[in-house]
């Protein structure tokens, strides 16, 4: 992921936060679960978030009623753009689109409004874009605090457990958190997670034959 000038916080001086976010920040961990390899939780939107939810989702008529984090740990650290980090970078993106669309898909159904961010690009999957790119790095550091590193004009966020080793994605929603994580829950512990770690895995060990990567579980 690579941050941009339009993307929701960043560089922004409306932003009531900078991109090296360690104090301030807007916390809620009311709910958070962790696998051996990703990490979610269920925030309340940031002021931030609802005041440009107009430059963000211009379709939407309503209101953002919920932020879902999902960060997915790395079998590398996302510091340098090289052959391993891409094939990473490229299976963690496919993963989250996979999961956004599935959540996404029921909140649907129960009347709400959903979308996901491609990480990739900042713009929604489903809905018309606007005029500004979802960042979702700042939305993190936002929503859990955590710090970040600039690294040749990119943010970084540094996990507390994982480092750099650390893929974020974001799915807004009109729903309220109570509802989101119970559809999000639903998912992910219902064989998501476990499906996509064993093509992790397999994905890994592939790639370690071709000198892309390493089996790292």
Same mark, same amino acid.
């Given at each position: 992921?690579?941050?941009?000038?339009?993307?929701?916080?960043?560089?922004?001086?409306?932003?009531?936060?900078?991109?090296?976010? @360690?104090?301030?920040?807007?916390?809620?961990?009311?709910?958070?679960?962790?696998?051996?390899?990703?990490?979610?939780?269920?925030?309340?939107?940031?002021?931030?978030?609802?005041?440009?939810?107009?430059?963000?989702?211009?379709?939407?008529?309503?209101?953002?009623?919920?932020?879902?984090?999902?960060?997915?740990?790395?079998?590398?650290?996302?510091?340098?753009?090289?052959?391993?980090?891409?094939?990473?970078?490229?299976?963690?993106?496919?993963?989250?689109?996979?999961?956004?669309?599935?959540?996404?898909?029921?909140?649907?159904?129960?009347?709400?409004?959903?979308?996901?961010?491609?990480?990739?690009?900042?713009?929604?999957?489903?809905?018309?874009?606007?005029?500004?790119?979802?960042?979702?790095?700042?939305?993190?550091?936002?929503?859990?605090?955590?710090?970040?590193?600039?690294?040749?004009?990119?943010?970084?966020?540094?996990?507390?457990?994982?480092?750099?080793?650390?893929?974020?994605?974001?799915?807004?929603? @009109?729903?309220?958190?109570?509802?989101?994580?119970?559809?999000?829950?639903?998912?992910?512990?219902?064989?998501?997670?476990?499906?996509? @770690?064993?093509?992790?895995?397999?994905?890994?060990?592939?790639?370690?034959?071709?000198?892309?990567?390493?089996?790292?579980?």
């Amino acid at each position: 992921h690579v941050a941009t000038d339009h993307g929701v916080g960043g560089s922004n001086p409306s932003s009531p936060v900078s991109n090296n976010i @360690s104090v301030g920040a807007y916390v809620d961990t009311s709910f958070c679960l962790e696998t051996c390899w990703m990490q979610y939780s269920v925030h309340p939107p940031t002021p931030f978030l609802n005041r440009h939810r107009h430059n963000l989702l211009p379709e939407w008529s309503c209101g953002i009623g919920s932020v879902l984090i999902v960060l997915q740990r790395s079998s590398c650290p996302l510091v340098e753009r090289t052959e391993t980090t891409e094939v990473s970078k490229n299976q963690l993106r496919q993963n989250f689109l996979e999961l956004a669309d599935t959540i996404a898909v029921r909140l649907q159904g129960s009347g709400y409004s959903a979308d996901g961010f491609d990480p990739k690009t900042g713009r929604p999957m489903y809905s018309k874009p606007g005029s500004m790119e979802l960042d979702d790095v700042t939305v993190v550091c936002m929503c859990l605090g955590y710090p970040t590193v600039e690294i040749e004009g990119c943010s970084l966020i540094l996990h507390p457990a994982w480092g750099t080793a650390v893929y974020p994605s974001v799915v807004l929603a @009109s729903a309220d958190p109570d509802i989101v994580k119970r559809v999000a829950s639903s998912v992910i512990c219902g064989g998501w997670a476990e499906s996509r @770690s064993l093509r992790r895995e397999r994905s890994e060990y592939h790639h370690s034959f071709k000198g892309c990567g390493s089996l790292t579980q």
